[in-house]
Structures are given as C-alpha cells and as structure tokens.
C-alpha cells in the first residue's frame, strides 16, 4: 500500500505545484488589473464606472491585460524612443528616497538575470564548498571587477552556490578560475539536480574534468 501512494504522490504532486504556481501568478496580475481598475475609476468621468464594474467580472480578463501589456511595453522599449523612455524613467525613480535602494537593487539582478547581454548562469561548474572534499554545483555569474578584482592575485570567477531545493537563496562566492571545473551538462540539468536534492541524476560524463586532475583536489 505504501509503494502505491508513494507513486500516486509523485504524479500529483508535481502537478499540483504546478497548478498552484500558475494559480498564484493569476492571483498577482488580477491583482494589478484591479489596482489598475481602481485608479482609472478615480481619473475616469462618473460615467464609466459601469463599464469599470463590468471588468471587474470578467473572469481571465486581468491576465490577458498583463500578457498584452508586457509585451506591448517589450516592444516598446526596444526602439530608441522606448530606450529614452526607460533611462529618464530610471532617473526619476534613483531619486526617490528609500525607493531608490530597491528599485535600482531589483533592476540591477533583473537586468544580469534576462538581459540578453548578461552572463548569468550561463554555464555550471562543480566546485569544493563548504570545505575540502565536499563537491557542490555552482554557477557562474562573471567575473570580479574594480577593487576586488585587483586584490586578487589570479583570475577568479564569480560564482552563485543555490541552495536546495529553493534554489532562489544561496551563496556568493569568489574563487580562482583554478579551482572550478566546467560541467558538460546545461544550466537547466544542473538545476534540476540540485533542486531534485540529487534524486534527478545529470547525463554520465557531465563533468569537463582536465587531463591529469585528481579527482580529490580542487584544480
């Protein structure tokens, strides 16, 4: 009995989280709309509070906006003027007290994240951490620049150690390009593994290991 419920859990639950995820990215655009509803209430003539009302009551309408409006804005900021648009707005919004900090602090993670131009977590790596002997998956994210760079005597790497299986909090470390060993497998596999806490296994071979390397040394 207890095999059986085991293998019905692994087919519903991933399916519920997922149907929950979804459920809860519903939740927040409708919850935009509606905020957007609201204010257009408060700008609008008297007249069209009904046809506002009426919005309000339709079911899905609040992620299709969004949908609509994300990649209308996409299109956008694409062009030069978008571009200007989006560099005076950046200026407003770095000027506003206690906003400042975490707009620009957003906008920087967002930018290395899903910029097309960024290097985060482009390639996975497999490094020695918390200590000796002890092998974990990282990512690479760049390079040390400005003071830091120059204190460190070899080339070192940036790199994002995820911690399992929410792989969203985690660890920033520096080390020397040395002591990293490139993984053959994708990003995608690497996270797999780690948020599966090991139970989803990458393809054999995904390790790059060099010619000659002991495999209980780091580099």
Do not use: C
């Not at 905020?35 to 046809?51: E, F, K, M, R, T």
């Amino acid at each position: 009995m207890k095999k059986y419920a085991l293998a019905g859990l692994l087919v519903w639950l991933p399916l519920a989280i997922t149907v929950w995820v979804l459920l809860w990215l519903q939740g927040l655009m409708d919850g935009v709309f509606q905020w957007a509803l609201a204010l257009s209430q408060v700008l609008l003539p008297a007249g069209a509070d009904g046809v506002i009302e009426r919005l309000r009551h339709v079911p899905g309408l609040g992620v299709v906006v969004m949908v609509v409006a994300m990649l209308a804005t996409g299109v956008f900021v694409t062009n030069i003027f978008g571009q200007w648009w989006v560099q005076q707005w950046d200026r407003v919004m770095g000027r506003i007290p206690i906003v400042k900090s975490i707009y620009t602090s957003v906008k920087q993670v967002s930018d290395t994240l899903f910029s097309s131009n960024g290097n985060a977590f482009r390639e996975a790596v497999l490094v020695q951490y918390p200590h000796a002997g002890s092998w974990t998956i990282a990512f690479v994210t760049g390079k040390p620049g400005g003071e830091v760079a120059r204190l460190l005597d070899v080339e070192h790497v940036s790199l994002y150690v995820p911690t399992t299986p929410n792989p969203t909090s985690g660890f920033f470390l520096m080390m020397p390009r040395s002591a990293v060993r490139p993984l053959k497998m994708s990003v995608d596999e690497a996270l797999k593994y780690v948020i599966s806490m090991g139970v989803v296994s990458p393809p054999a071979g995904a390790v790059a290991r060099p010619e000659g390397a002991d495999p209980n040394r780091a580099g």
